[in-house]
């Protein structure tokens, strides 16, 4: 590690004045994390404009042995892209690499830098009739390489599944500052490894993604969005079984909510008036899609969905949207959640994947678990019932000091309902990632094979431990006291 004035001499003579800051009013927004749970120290901020830059800043900072710590809109919920306190890192930004590359329109593919905003690709494929079919609250400020790095999700997984089944190929920087180039996507390819793979998910601790070649589909020509009021989580996955069955070639999506959270955002949200008239314990909400030419077969399917959906004694009412604006409407009060319940107090945010026909038993069965184990507490599940990922979130009790909570039995907390997680056979990250935040507790709760097999990869692709260190690995004696 170092602070060599020669090292910061050579890396502003690589990337010139726009592609290298040591100025801390320039470099301060970059040092805390989204959440505001993590600020670092850094020794200044690269922004590289191509790939080649990419490729020399890794070679000098492989030679001075300087941390990397690759950052893309700095919207990560898991604190994976903030340094940290030691000050002896360089933040490397892709946001200056937001080029888009070669665009087949007939074959439904498009290239495109790591920097791309996810907003800017939705709107660029929009205006050759595709669409790029993931999205999520952050998308105005997330960029393909992050998605590409914490392997993100989204509200459209169910049918479409996650980045990693979106990229066909890409392109990335290694610890050594070599360029793995698997940007042409190729349908077969059996010549060993699939190292694209690899790198999907590793939040930078392998590799740097500066490119990525993904694959689009033909934009939504008709939805139909419902919101629906039910009696209990038990029926919202009956409900979803009968979605599936009844329509599935039109499901997009289906997330659930409880009155709790519908309550918090009405509260948040002046404007905000809840879909149903009554109160209920669940709610549902639910995509129909269909593409150009289908909004007749996707009118008649929705309503017999929900005839059928009435006659099986599943729901206690619904609402399907008559247009855009109330269909953007019932998706504005599942995207509020978040900032609603911040609004109410403190809460520990957990994002766990359950398997799927369980989930709906363990947020009946562990719910009640915790807040006899923590009184006061009130625990809050929502999100992607058929993707078998809540967000669950434990509020702390009403008047808790927010740090003092935190600092103490808020740990105690998450470490049940990771306990609870993993006797599920679940996992304690579906999609945010493990970064700072899960790390600890991937090495107490992970299995030992798995483990050895993270730090061997790592240590084999980054033998000087520079790339985004203190991220996703566990440390080895955190696995020894498990």
Not at 25 to 43: H, N, S, V
Not at 260 to 283: F, M, N
Request: contains cysteine; negative net charge.
């Amino acid at each position: 590690m170092t602070r060599d004035p020669s090292f910061l001499a050579a890396v502003a003579d690589l990337l010139g004045p726009r592609g290298f800051t040591t100025d801390p009013e320039l470099l301060d927004p970059w040092l805390t994390d989204w959440r505001g749970r993590f600020t670092g120290k850094a020794l200044g901020l690269a922004s590289p404009a191509s790939t080649q830059e990419v490729s020399a800043l890794v070679k000098l900072c492989a030679a001075h042995e300087v941390p990397i710590v690759p950052q893309g809109g700095n919207s990560g919920m898991s604190g994976g892209a903030t340094p940290d306190t030691t000050g002896k890192s360089l933040i490397l930004s892709l946001r200056r690499m937001n080029d888009f590359g070669a665009f087949d329109v007939k074959a439904r593919q498009i290239t495109c830098g790591a920097g791309v905003i996810l907003q800017t690709l939705h709107e660029r494929v929009a205006e050759q009739g595709l669409r790029f079919p993931l999205t999520l609250g952050g998308k105005g400020s997330a960029t393909i390489g992050g998605l590409i790095s914490t392997n993100a999700g989204g509200t459209q997984v169910l049918r479409h599944g996650t980045m990693r089944a979106q990229v066909l190929g890409l392109e990335a920087v290694m610890a050594d500052g070599s360029v793995l180039d698997t940007l042409t996507p190729l349908k077969k390819d059996n010549r060993g490894f699939d190292l694209k793979q690899l790198l999907i998910g590793s939040e930078g601790t392998l590799g740097i993604v500066t490119a990525a070649t993904l694959q689009l589909l033909p934009q939504i020509g008709d939805r139909r969005v419902i919101w629906a009021g039910l009696t209990s989580i038990q029926k919202a996955r009956e409900l979803l079984l009968h979605c599936e069955a009844q329509a599935p070639d039109f499901l997009e999506g289906f997330e659930v909510l409880p009155n709790h959270s519908l309550e918090a955002v009405l509260a948040h949200l002046p404007d905000a008036r809840s879909p149903v008239a009554e109160k209920y314990p669940w709610h549902a909400l639910i995509e129909l899609t269909a593409i150009q030419g289908e909004s007749e077969p996707l009118t008649q399917k929705t309503e017999a969905l929900m005839v059928s959906a009435f006659e099986a004694d599943l729901v206690e009412d619904a609402v399907i949207s008559a247009n855009e604006t109330q269909a953007e409407a019932f998706w504005l009060l599942r995207d509020s959640i978040a900032p609603a319940e911040r609004a109410i107090g403190p809460a520990m945010q957990h994002d766990i994947a359950i398997p799927v026909p369980l989930m709906a038993d363990f947020i009946e069965k562990v719910s009640p678990e915790i807040e006899d184990r923590f009184p006061g507490t009130t625990t809050v599940a929502f999100g992607h019932l058929g993707d078998g990922n809540v967000h669950f979130h434990v509020l702390a009790p009403k008047g808790a000091d927010p740090q003092r909570w935190e600092a103490g039995e808020a740990k105690e907390v998450s470490g049940f309902v990771h306990d609870k997680v993993s006797q599920w056979g679940g996992s304690i990250s579906a999609e945010h990632g493990i970064g700072q935040v899960k790390r600890d507790e991937l090495g107490r709760l992970g299995d030992p094979a798995r483990l050895a097999l993270m730090r061997n990869i790592k240590a084999a692709l980054d033998p000087k431990g520079i790339m985004n260190p203190g991220k996703l690995v566990p440390l080895a004696k955190q696995a020894a006291t498990t």
